[in-house]
């Protein structure tokens, strides 16, 4: 179609709905939609709904957070790039209205609706992170849509145009920030775990320290399986040995209720004993319960009544030729550790992308590079992150494991041999383009040997320090660990 027509016949249906609108008769909506698109002025509207969203947690946290960020780049690309390039007149002011006139009309471009731009990046940021959250938010974003159009400020093709742009621009922060999968981990084959009614010969490891969540989680196994034991260890004892001492001869089955470092304790205990493992989520971190889907207290308490079990792969790590460490999560050196801890500080309020960018800048900026050699090979790195399994996105910050059972670790360097490394490796990851850098290598191999060649180095396992050394063996341990579920079930998203 010729473009002259194209525009011709935009004007008309412009025209003709802008018409439409300014004919119907004055009504309570009048005044409401004004006060709408005034309060949504510099996004201060999708601010203070950003601000509730991020204090409920979870999914419609980091929604909010990807939200705003789809803002900021719609805002930015509508208001300062397009609207210089493409102006045009707004609708006439005389013909708005008198009820629907707002105080301080806007001067810049019509085209393309900024507000328009701003409120379905900020809906479609939060649908990508919290589908039932972003349905909710999505009436409030058209309505402040519709507002630039009944105020008399916008034509309707401004304000299609502005939210075809904020929907993209939304949609292309996937590319630099993956959206966390809520799907379970895929797990091993099923095992071989007894049925035990109400929980009965089944003892549960309680972490004292982890806070009121676990309190309540506690409480529920123990409603749960009214027959089983709980033992709530010495803080300043080893956990693991009391862990295998109290189960004796007894015990039939263990299970933990904490967060990532207590499931760790659990776990070396089971593998000590050959016993099967329940987790109860009830720390601070629970990703290993998550990723195995190990949610819901009441999911995890039927498949011990039934005896329901799979499978699972853990690592390994042999610190100059010492006994093997496990780890359920990820096992790393250099810069990665603190990173690691500084993202977990951060995301409760930025969200872990922003977070953990956020942390990897830091980090890199006093971080010293490593003389190593990987496999034989010497490079020079910032940081080498050894995960339990399969993570995704491979060429991004990693945010699901689909796989605990496919007998391979994720290994992922930082390289810092090559001039300006720190800087290409922020911009890389600020950019989405990791996984063609030449700063930035991912392997997935059954096992790997890291030796420095220079100083001794902390390694970190499942997110506490294990100890420092020069040469670290790395091996997965495939099917190591019999784990009460199926990992089937979802992650609720709200």
């Given at each position: 179609?010729?473009?002259?027509?194209l525009?011709g016949?935009?004007r008309?249906?412009?025209?003709?709905?802008v018409?439409?609108s300014?004919?119907?008769?004055?009504?309570?909506?009048d005044?409401?939609?004004?006060?709408?698109?005034g309060?949504?002025?510099?996004?201060v509207?999708?601010?203070?709904?950003?601000?509730?969203?991020?204090?409920?947690?979870?999914?419609?946290?980091?929604?909010?957070?990807r939200g705003?960020l789809?803002?900021?780049?719609?805002?930015?690309?509508?208001?300062?790039?397009?609207?210089?390039?493409?102006?045009?007149?707004?609708?006439p002011?005389?013909?708005?209205?008198?009820?629907r006139?707002i105080?301080?009309?806007?001067?810049?471009?019509?085209?393309?609706?900024?507000?328009?731009?701003s409120?379905?990046?900020?809906?479609?940021?939060?649908?990508?992170?919290?589908?039932l959250a972003?349905?909710?938010?999505?009436?409030l974003a058209?309505?402040?849509?519709?507002?630039?159009?009944?105020?008399?400020?916008?034509?309707?093709?401004?304000?299609?145009?502005?939210?075809?742009?904020?929907?993209?621009?939304?949609?292309?922060?996937?590319?630099?920030?993956?959206?966390?999968?809520?799907?379970?981990?895929?797990?091993?084959?099923?095992?071989?775990?007894?049925?035990?009614?109400?929980?009965?010969?089944?003892?549960?490891?309680v972490?004292?320290?982890?806070?009121?969540?676990?309190?309540?989680?506690?409480?529920?196994v123990?409603?749960a399986?009214?027959?089983?034991?709980?033992?709530?260890?010495?803080?300043?004892?080893?956990f693991?040995?009391q862990?295998?001492?109290?189960a004796?001869?007894?015990?039939?089955?263990?299970?933990?209720?904490g967060?990532?470092g207590?499931?760790?304790?659990?776990v070396?205990?089971?593998?000590?004993?050959?016993?099967?493992?329940?987790?109860?989520?009830?720390?601070?971190?629970?990703?290993?319960?998550?990723?195995?889907?190990?949610v819901?207290?009441?999911?995890?308490?039927?498949?011990?009544?039934?005896?329901?079990?799979?499978?699972?792969?853990?690592?390994?790590?042999?610190?100059d030729?010492?006994?093997e460490?496990l780890?359920?999560?990820?096992?790393?050196?250099?810069?990665?550790?603190?990173?690691?801890?500084?993202?977990?500080k951060?995301?409760?309020?930025?969200?872990k992308?922003?977070?953990?960018?956020?942390?990897?800048v830091?980090?890199?900026?006093?971080?010293?590079?490593?003389q190593?050699?990987?496999?034989?090979?010497?490079?020079?790195?910032?940081?080498?992150?050894?995960?339990?399994?399969?993570?995704?996105?491979?060429?991004?910050?990693?945010?699901?494991r689909?796989?605990?059972?496919?007998?391979?670790?994720?290994?992922?360097?930082?390289?810092?041999?090559?001039?300006?490394?720190?800087?290409?490796l922020a911009?890389?990851?600020?950019?989405?383009?990791?996984?063609?850098?030449?700063?930035?290598?991912h392997?997935?191999?059954?096992?790997?040997s890291?030796?420095?060649?220079?100083?001794?180095?902390?390694?970190?396992?499942?997110?506490?320090?294990?100890?420092e050394g020069r040469?670290?063996?790395?091996?997965?341990?495939?099917?190591?660990?019999?784990l009460?579920?199926?990992?089937?079930?979802?992650a609720?998203?709200?």
């Amino acid at each position: 179609m010729n473009p002259r027509s194209l525009r011709g016949r935009t004007r008309s249906v412009d025209l003709a709905l802008v018409k439409a609108s300014f004919a119907s008769r004055p009504s309570g909506l009048d005044p409401a939609l004004r006060t709408l698109t005034g309060l949504a002025d510099h996004s201060v509207l999708w601010a203070i709904v950003a601000s509730a969203l991020a204090a409920s947690g979870g999914p419609r946290r980091r929604g909010a957070v990807r939200g705003m960020l789809a803002v900021v780049g719609a805002s930015s690309l509508a208001n300062g790039v397009l609207k210089p390039l493409l102006p045009r007149d707004r609708p006439p002011a005389a013909s708005v209205p008198a009820l629907r006139r707002i105080m301080t009309p806007p001067v810049s471009s019509s085209f393309p609706s900024g507000h328009a731009a701003s409120a379905a990046a900020f809906a479609t940021g939060v649908a990508l992170e919290a589908p039932l959250a972003g349905l909710l938010v999505a009436p409030l974003a058209a309505t402040v849509a519709y507002s630039r159009v009944h105020v008399g400020v916008h034509w309707p093709s401004d304000v299609v145009v502005g939210a075809a742009l904020g929907v993209a621009v939304a949609l292309s922060t996937r590319r630099w920030w993956a959206v966390r999968s809520t799907e379970s981990a895929e797990l091993g084959p099923s095992g071989l775990a007894p049925a035990l009614h109400e929980g009965e010969g089944m003892l549960v490891l309680v972490n004292p320290g982890a806070g009121t969540h676990n309190s309540e989680v506690v409480a529920d196994v123990a409603k749960a399986l009214p027959r089983a034991r709980f033992l709530e260890p010495d803080a300043d004892e080893d956990f693991i040995a009391q862990f295998v001492r109290a189960a004796g001869s007894d015990a039939l089955a263990l299970g933990v209720c904490g967060g990532d470092g207590t499931v760790a304790a659990a776990v070396a205990a089971a593998v000590q004993t050959g016993l099967p493992l329940a987790v109860f989520p009830g720390g601070t971190l629970n990703h290993f319960a998550r990723d195995v889907g190990a949610v819901e207290v009441s999911v995890t308490a039927d498949a011990v009544t039934r005896g329901a079990s799979s499978r699972v792969d853990l690592g390994g790590v042999s610190i100059d030729g010492d006994e093997e460490i496990l780890f359920v999560n990820t096992a790393s050196i250099g810069g990665y550790p603190d990173s690691v801890r500084l993202r977990e500080k951060w995301s409760s309020r930025i969200g872990k992308w922003p977070a953990a960018a956020a942390a990897m800048v830091a980090v890199l900026a006093v971080a010293e590079p490593m003389q190593v050699e990987i496999d034989g090979r010497r490079d020079s790195v910032w940081m080498m992150f050894v995960g339990n399994g399969t993570y995704t996105p491979g060429d991004q910050v990693p945010m699901s494991r689909p796989s605990i059972a496919s007998g391979v670790l994720d290994v992922r360097f930082l390289r810092a041999h090559m001039r300006l490394s720190r800087t290409r490796l922020a911009l890389a990851a600020m950019t989405g383009t990791l996984g063609t850098s030449p700063t930035y290598r991912h392997l997935r191999v059954p096992a790997v040997s890291v030796r420095n060649l220079q100083t001794t180095v902390a390694v970190a396992v499942d997110g506490e320090v294990a100890g420092e050394g020069r040469a670290f063996d790395y091996r997965t341990r495939p099917s190591l660990l019999t784990l009460y579920g199926t990992g089937t079930a979802d992650a609720p998203r709200a």
